[in-house]
C-alpha cells in the first residue's frame, strides 16, 4: 500500500536521525528534507509541505532546547503535529443520530467506486448493529442496479432498485419510503455519476436530494487524482450539502497523500478510506490514529475497528471489555488467532499494533505467518485449561508437557509463550480504552 510507503519513509527519517550521536541543525534538516521528499511523492501540495517544513525548525529551535530534553521525541511531535495540521479539515465529521432511520446519500463521478463503497459502508455498519439497505438510484449507468444488486446480495443487505424505472427521484423516493417501513435505520442512496463534471449531474444529484431529503450527503472520490481533488470536492460541495467524504483506492495510487490533505483543505471531514476491492478493505479514517501509525506509533482505536470487523459480533464486547481491563490470556490469543486465520486480511489487524506488524506479519509472507500461529495453536491444544487462562503458572516441567503434546521443540513452545508476551504487553495499553457502544455512530 503506497501509504505504507509514505509512512515507512518518514519513520525512516526519523529513525535515521534518532541513530545519530548529536542532534544538530544539520541532522534534523536532514530528517525534515526526506520527510518532505515523501510528501511531495505523495503528491501533497508543496506550499503545504514548505510550511509545515518551517513550522517544525521554528518550533524545535535545537539551541533553546536546554540539555536532558528529549530532542528526538520533540522533533517526533512536532512532524507528528504538523502531519495533523495538514489533514484536519477543522470542523468534525457529521455524526448519524441513533433511534431514527437515517438516508445517506452518495454521490461521486463514474469510476470513482462509489457503488463499491455504497455496500462497504452498509456492510461496516451491519457489523456494527445497525441495519442498513440499499438504494440503487443510478439510472445512468448500464448494470448499476446488477452490480449493487451483487455486492448486495453477497453482503446480505436488503436492496431496491428497477430495471425499468428510468426516473432516478422516484426510485429513491420508492426504496426510502419501502426501508422506513421495513424499519431500517441506514438507508443507503447511491447515484448516478458521469465521467466529468457536468451541469446534468449536478442537476440530478440536487433533485434527487430534494426529494429524498438525505441526512447525509457522502462525496466519493478516487484518490488517483491528487491534489486536483481539491477542486473536485469544491465543485460537489458547492452542488449539494457534502457532509462527509470517503477516498477510494488509497491501495494501489502514489496520490494519495495529495488526495487527502487536498480535501481536508476543503474543509470536508473525511470519514473512511477504501483500501482494495473487497468489502472489508474499508478503513475508518480519523486524522490522529491514521498519522500515528503512519509514524509507526500505532493506531489502537484502529484496532477496536478491526476488532469490530473481524470477530463476530456475539464475542465482541466480551473482548473488548476484557481488553479494557488489560486483560489479556493465551485463551483469548488463540482465539483470536482463529478469527483471523478465518477472516484475515491478517496484516490489516497486525498494522494497528504499535511496533509489531513489520515483525510479526512481513509483508507478502503472510503464508508463512498463518503457518506460525497454525503451529502457535497447537501447542495452545495441549495446554489445560488453566495454562491456557493463566500462563504464569506455566513451569519448566508443563512446558515440556506442552511440548510432547503437540510434538514440537521446547524452545518452539517458549517461542510461542515469548509472543504471548509480547502481545499482551501491547495490549495491556489497551487498559481504559473507550469501548463504543453497539451501532455507536460516533465511534466512527
Ligand atoms: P462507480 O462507477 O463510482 O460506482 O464505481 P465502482 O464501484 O463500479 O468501482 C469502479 C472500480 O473501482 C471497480 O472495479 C471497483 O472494484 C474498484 N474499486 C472501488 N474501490 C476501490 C478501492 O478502494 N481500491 C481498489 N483497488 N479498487 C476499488
Known amino acids: 500500500m503506497v501509504l505504507a510507503q509514505l509512512g515507512g519513509s518518514i519513520s525512516r527519517a526519523l529513525q535515521q536521525m534518532s541513530n545519530a550521536t548529536i542532534i544538530d541543525e544539520k541532522v534534523l534538516n536532514e530528517c525534515l528534507n526526506e520527510i518532505t521528499r515523501a510528501l511531495l511523492q505523495a503528491d501533497v501540495q508543496f506550499k503545504l509541505v514548505r510550511d509545515m517544513s518551517t513550522n517544525i525548525k521554528k518550533i524545535v529551535n ?12 520533540i522533533i517526533q511531535q512536532a512532524v507528528y503535529n504538523e502531519l495533523c495540521k495538514i489533514l484536519d479539515p477543522g470542523k468534525p465529521a457529521f455524526t448519524l443520530k441513533k433511534g431514527k432511520p437515517s438516508v445517506v446519500m452518495f454521490v461521486g463521478l463514474q469510476g470513482s467506486g462509489k457503488t463499491t463503497t455504497c455496500t462497504k459502508y452498509a456492510y461496516h455498519h451491519q457489523k456494527r448493529g445497525w441495519k442498513p439497505a440499499l438504494v440503487c438510484a443510478d439510472t445512468f449507468r448500464a448494470g448499476a442496479f446488477d452490480q449493487l444488486k451483487q455486492n448486495a446480495t453477497k453482503a446480505k443487505i436488503p436492496f431496491y432498485g428497477s430495471y425499468t424505472e428510468s426516473d432516478p427521484m422516484k426510485i429513491a423516493v420508492d426504496g426510502v419510503e419501502t426501508f422506513k417501513k421495513e424499519n431500517c435505520d441506514l438507508i443507503i442512496v447511491d447515484t448516478s455519476g458521469r465521467h466529468k463534471q457536468e451541469a446534468a449531474l449536478f442537476e440530478e444529484m440536487r433533485q434527487v436530494s430534494e426529494a429524498t431529503k438525505p441526512d447525509l450527503v457522502i462525496f466519493v472520490m478516487d484518490s488517483s487524482i491528487g491534489q486536483a481533488a481539491f477542486d473536485q470536492a469544491q465543485a460537489f460541495r458547492q452542488s449539494v450539502a457534502v457532509g462527509a467524504v470517503i477516498i477510494t483506492k488509497m491501495d494501489g495510487h502514489a496520490k494519495g497523500g495529495g488526495a487527502l490533505s487536498a480535501v481536508a483543505a476543503t474543509k470536508s471531514p473525511i470519514i473512511f478510506i477504501g ?41 465482541q464486547p466480551e473482548l473488548l471489555q476484557k481488553l479494557s481491563e488489560g486483560h489479556f490470556t493465551l485463551r483469548i490469543m488463540y482465539e483470536q488467532f482463529q478469527n483471523m486465520l478465518k477472516m484475515g486480511p491478517l496484516g490489516q489487524v497486525f498494522s494497528m499494533l504499535p511496533g509489531f506488524s513489520a515483525e510479526m506479519m512481513p509483508q507478502g509472507r503472510e503464508k508463512e505467518s498463518q503457518a506460525k500461529f497454525k503451529r502457535y495453536m497447537t501447542m495452545m ?42 502481545l499482551a504487553k501491547i495490549f495491556s495499553k489497551m487498559k481504559g480504552l473507550k469501548i463504543p457502544k453497539k451501532g455507536d455512530m460516533s465511534s466512527l
Open 62 to 73: 535545537l539551541e533553546d532546547l536546554a540539555a536532558g530534553h528529549n530532542k528526538r521525541r
Open 381 to 422: 491444544d495441549s495446554m489445560t485449561d488453566e495454562g491456557n487462562t493463566n500462563p504464569k503458572i506455566l513451569t519448566e516441567s508443563r512446558i515440556m508437557r506442552i511440548a510432547r503434546g503437540s510434538g514440537r521443540l521446547v524452545h518452539e513452545v517458549m517461542e510461542m509463550l515469548e509472543e504471548y508476551k509480547r
Open 275 to 315: 483500501t482494495g476491492e473487497h468489502m472489508d478493505e474499508f478503513e475508518v479514517f480519523d486524522v490522529k490514529p491514521f498519522v500515528s501509525r503512519l509514524l509507526g506509533m500505532g493506531d489502537l482505536s484502529g484496532l477496536v475497528n478491526k476488532i469490530q470487523d473481524v470477530v463476530p459480533m456475539d464475542q
